[in-house]
């Protein structure tokens, strides 16, 4: 094994050209030249055709990789799908910071998610709550029925919950069933379940199922992730201050909050997208949990350790899979699972989450110090100078001039490299 298999640090990896990028992914994860060629390829007309309906073209999103991820003692390069400039960067500089304390410790609850079965026209709700507890191990196992290889798999049905609703149709009783999907997001199995226990429910209790379908506040499927960020690294106890009182903001409001969850999600979904899983799902998941209490609030908790060095936590449900769906069929997904080099659904719940801390710390960080459009300043002053017709060589020093000059306007760059053009002539 090289070097470069043992570390997600490579001191100015952005400034490698793209050749050298995927040279390092490839001997670090070990590509395959099969694996390789899929880097450069978009998805091919036909998979998407499978995907979805009505195709006729498809979209791409840049991908770039998130570096310096020590979680669980291993390193990760953590692809990132995403169109929004600095964030790739910011959750780099947050893992290099993370890692001087030992990096991202990250666990995992069992992958079980909820499916409801809504009933309603019930005459006597409480005797029929009772009932349908009563006939639990008959409903848990006509679901099993369902999903045999799942059940074979050590997952399947494993538990049923009632609870009474009031609502403005009068009480209803909402069944949940609860299922250990392993490595799957689990939507398919869950759904099947819940549409195959509908008429035995209805006899039970003779009353009518309205909905049958999973819920997405996956609440028993809960990933969490710590880290330790070095105070020194920050810039000193004032910094590590500044941060909390940022921070504060976000658990007391939720326009804040909002914002601040926002800023987590840039990096969540980012690697969801990469990993073809159900971005959708995770952001309702994410912020109905970070509502649980009736308070919409940070996904996120800091506070200062003994050292006074910066503690970051975040926790919240994490419906991803391995199998099944595009993550199956989605050839630039796989790969980034091989780059991740991992296995089972919760493995990457635990990435996601560690990547989601950071991205937030990253966030938080520049907020609470420099101000976040500092980072912005370059890819956008790049982009600028692109869009006043800067080639090659001309960009970097363009956008190098926009910078210094405080005035990245396209205007203003179009005379400058006029200007530019005319000395080198
Ligand atoms: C921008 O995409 C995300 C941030 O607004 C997050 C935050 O404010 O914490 C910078």
């Known amino acids: 094994m090289s ?17 050298k990028r995927r040279e390092f992914v490839s001997q670090f994860a070990q590509l395959t030249e099969e ?3 899929i880097f450069t390829s978009s998805l091919d007309i036909t998979t998407a055709d499978r995907m979805i309906e009505n195709v006729f073209g498809t979209f791409e999103l840049p991908l770039g990789l998130a570096m310096n991820f020590l979680i669980n003692g291993k390193d990760y390069l953590i692809p990132m799908a995403t169109e929004e400039s600095s964030v790739v960067a910011a959750a780099s500089n947050a893992a290099k910071i993370a890692r001087i304390k030992g990096g991202f410790s990250a666990t995992c609850s069992q992958p079980l998610m909820i499916g409801q079965l809504q009933l309603l026209h019930v005459n006597d709700v409480a005797s029929a709550a009772q009932s349908i507890l009563k ?9 099993n029925s369902q999903d045999k290889i799942l059940v074979d798999f050590g997952g399947g049905a494993k538990d049923l919950e009632v609870r009474i609703l009031d609502s403005s149709l009068g009480p209803m009783i909402v069944t949940h069933l609860v299922v250990d999907v392993r490595d ?14 509908a008429p035995m429910l209805e006899e039970i209790s003779g009353g009518k199922v309205r909905l049958k379908i999973l819920s997405n506040l996956a609440d028993k499927r809960l ?3 710590i880290a330790i960020f070095d105070k020194e690294k920050m810039g000193g106890d004032h910094v590590v201050d500044a941060f909390l009182e940022s921070y504060v903001l976000a658990s007391i409001d939720p326009y804040r909050a909002a914002t601040h969850n926002k800023g987590i999600m840039n990096g969540i979904d980012a690697l969801i997208i990469a990993t073809g899983n159900d971005f959708r799902a995770i952001e309702s998941g994410a912020h109905a949990y970070a509502a649980r209490n009736g308070h919409y609030t940070s996904l996120t908790s800091y506070y200062k350790n003994k050292d006074g060095d910066l503690v970051g936590e975040i926790e919240l449900p994490m419906a991803v899979g391995v199998v099944g769906g595009a993550a199956n069929m989605h050839p ?3 790969l980034c699972r091989k780059i991740l080099g ?3 659904a919760q493995q990457l719940a635990e990435i996601v989450a560690s990547l989601g801390l950071a991205q937030n710390f990253a966030a938080v960080f520049a907020l609470s110090t420099v101000g976040i459009q500092k980072g912005h300043m370059s890819l956008h002053a790049k982009n600028i100078a692109v869009m006043a017709g800067a080639k090659g060589d001309e960009i970097e020093k363009l956008a190098d001039k926009l910078i210094v000059d405080g005035k990245i306007k396209l205007d203003y760059a179009k005379d400058l490299l006029e200007k530019q053009r005319k000395k080198a002539r």
Request: net charge positive.
């Open 3 to 19: 070097n470069i298999e043992k570390t997600s640090v490579v001191s100015g990896f952005y400034k490698l050209s793209i050749e």
């Open 35 to 37: 694996d390789t060629k």
């Open 135 to 143: 006939h639990k191990e008959q409903l848990l196992k006509l679901a």
């Open 184 to 197: 799957a997001m689990g939507a398919n199995a869950v759904n099947t379940m819940c549409e195959a226990l």
């Open 223 to 225: 990933v969490k992730a």
């Open 332 to 334: 630039k997904a796989k």
């Open 342 to 344: 991992i296995k089972t």
